[in-house]
């Protein structure tokens, strides 16, 4: 695998404003989502929405690249085709989750580390051979009191860097995603502080592995004040903030920024994005795109509700959503409209 195909795959994945569709949601976390709007928790209910997913038409002009699950990677369309296949032929390129997830990290209460490096050279080996072309590795990182701790971000980044290498060498591009959640009560300003502190060591840990900067995607959370802040930051502190944090930590040679949604409305994580890219274009050396999941599904598993007739009400909820946010890539998403300019 040449260095070239890697840097290729990983500006196609950026290229034209498009964004990232994360739909790779472990089966326990996609039926907590079924399970709140009454929707049968089900491979079968899974693989109805995931179709709605990967057919909604018009989603290719928008969406570059979709993060699958193992389960859906090895399923098919009602008509027999394998999701990665039905993916490629809507001009997506499809991309796998390979972390086994977040668990309890010993001796840290209230922290986990990301498991899922036994193996995975094997399994990048076979997720290849179905098409994947990128891999998604995400980190979990919770502010509290006293937390994080430095042993809790140096295990992540550096699980984050080794699963990095492997992808490389497997030549899928990977997707680094440290995520610091927003769960409590703390500052836009602890957060900027642990986000900082985390791009850092995770950038330093991916030099140490010898990761390719221009082969890779990093997938950051937004610097935000915790869901239950008293103070909610506006637009633009927001947007200030982020860019102020990825500025000094992500290298120019990274070709794309492509944040994760983390719990923040629709809406928001639209006018966010929007006023980043409107503010400081001209200031950024890689593409700030977005990688969403719940702020692009949900309005659409609003809409569907598990239900056949509600399918194309569904698909155009979520093409919207993914077109808002490609306008806001361009600085052209009407924040009080709630559409593309
Ligand atoms: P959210 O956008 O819902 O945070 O999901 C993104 C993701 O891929 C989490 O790993």
Redesign the pocket.
């Known amino acids: 695998m040449t260095a070239q195909t890697l840097i290729d795959t990983a500006r196609a994945l950026v290229a034209s404003d498009k964004g990232l569709l994360?739909m790779?949601e472990s089966n326990a976390t996609c039926n907590k989502r079924f399970a709140a709007l009454g929707i049968p928790q089900t491979a079968a209910a899974r693989r109805d929405w995931r179709e709605l997913i990967v057919t909604a038409p018009g989603l290719g002009d928008s969406i570059s690249g979709a993060?699958l699950f193992d389960e859906t990677i090895r399923q098919q369309t009602n008509a027999g085709q394998p999701f990665a296949e039905a993916l490629s032929g809507a001009g997506i390129i499809p991309g796998i989750k390979v972390d086994t997830g977040a668990k309890p990290l010993a001796a840290h209460p209230g922290e986990t580390v990301t498991e899922g490096l036994d193996g995975l050279r094997e399994r990048l080996a076979e997720y290849a051979g179905m098409g994947a072309r990128f891999a998604?590795w995400?980190g979990v990182i919770a502010i509290a009191s006293g937390l994080p701790t430095r042993a809790c971000i140096d295990v992540n980044a550096h699980a984050l860097a080794r699963y990095a290498a492997l992808c490389q060498e497997a030549g899928l591009v990977p997707i680094v995603?440290p995520?610091v959640l927003m769960d409590g009560d703390h500052s836009l300003a602890r957060c900027a502080e642990v986000t900082e502190e985390v791009l850092h060591r995770t950038f330093a840990e991916l030099r140490a592995q010898g990761v390719l900067l221009e082969g890779m995607l990093l997938?950051p959370n937004m610097v935000l004040p915790g869901q239950k802040a008293a103070t909610q930051d506006s637009v633009d502190a927001v947007a200030d903030a982020t860019m102020a944090c990825l500025l000094r930590t992500v290298p120019a040679a990274v070709p794309g920024v492509a944040f994760?949604?983390?719990?923040q409305s629709a809406q928001l994580a639209s006018a966010r994005l929007n006023a980043m890219n409107t503010k400081y274009k001209s200031r950024m050396p890689w593409a700030l795109t977005f990688?969403?999941?719940?702020?692009v599904q949900q309005p659409a598993l609003d809409a569907w509700k598990g239900d056949a007739a509600n399918v194309a009400e569904a698909q155009q909820a979520l093409v919207f959503r993914t077109r808002c946010n490609q306008a806001a890539r361009r600085g052209g998403y009407d924040t009080q409209r709630d559409a593309p300019r």
């Not at 994760?260 to 719990?263: I, N, Q, R, V």
């Not at 990688?291 to 702020?295: D, G, I, L, V």
């Open positions: 994360a790779d993060i998604k995400r995603e995520e997938k994760l949604s983390g719990g990688s969403f999941s719940r702020a």
